[in-house]
């Protein structure tokens, strides 16, 4: 069956400091990978997602970066974080081809400080 | 392109009582329609879809919701609200791209 990771649950940053935060499925091949933010109050934010290895569309703009070193490896980076990066960030997937399923990881919760 | 519209940030029921919360959406091709829930702190967990077929949808945990063309929604409702239904709901639409698009989400309050 298909699983996907995403750590670490928490983190807390300081203002200026480098992101990364990984995510990876198992049990499928080819997947489509997404990046969602959660801000207090906002809803879900679309940041990233990516079709395919090296394959990144970005949503909007940010100090925020997303790169797809492996096919079912999905990272977000930054390289100085800002206050306004806290809130709580979501990785999903989908099978390439077929259904629309979309499945979402447990969720990083990101404070910087 | 989409876009989902979820009248009502906060919602407030009964124990018992009947729960609606509203979605609607904006969609040029024929759409993929979904409701999630969201629990402090966790993922997102799917309770039902639309895609093609019959437009009234059965989920999990009691949950349906109807596909409305004509009004382009996509309400959720259950007929007896319970205590562990205190979430947060999320409706989102996939069109012809691979991108889901969600609402700002409604957070259901329950009362004994």
């Known amino acids: 069956s298909q699983t996907i990771h995403q750590w670490p649950a928490t983190l807390v940053q300081p203002v200026g400091s480098p992101l990364s935060l990984e995510c990876t499925v198992e049990?499928?091949?080819?997947?489509?990978l997404y990046w969602y933010r959660q801000a207090a109050g906002r809803g879900l934010q679309l940041l990233f997602y990516?079709?395919?290895?090296?394959?990144i569309s970005s949503e909007v703009p940010q100090n925020l970066s997303a790169s797809r070193p492996q096919d079912r490896q999905f990272i977000l980076s930054s390289k100085k974080l800002l206050l306004s990066d806290s809130g709580f960030y979501l990785c999903a997937w989908r099978a390439g081809q077929g259904l629309r399923v979309y499945t979402f990881g447990s969720g990083t919760r990101l404070t910087v400080v | 392109a989409q876009s989902v519209t979820q009248l009502g940030s906060h919602v407030s029921v009964s124990e018992g009582a009947l729960v609606l919360l509203r979605c609607n959406y904006s969609s040029s091709v024929p759409p993929y329609l979904f409701w999630y829930v969201q629990y402090p702190n966790q993922g997102l967990q799917l309770l039902l879809k639309y895609t093609t077929g019959a437009t009234l949808v059965k989920g999990i945990n009691g949950f349906e919701a109807e596909f409305k063309k004509s009004e382009t929604s996509f309400h959720l409702t259950k007929p007896s609200a319970h205590m562990s239904d205190a979430a947060e709901y999320f409706c989102a639409v996939s069109g012809n791209t691979d991108k889901l698009i969600f609402g700002t989400g409604t957070r259901l309050q329950v009362f004994p």
């Open positions: 049990g499928t091949s080819n997947p489509n």
């Open positions: 990516s079709v395919g290895i090296g394959q």
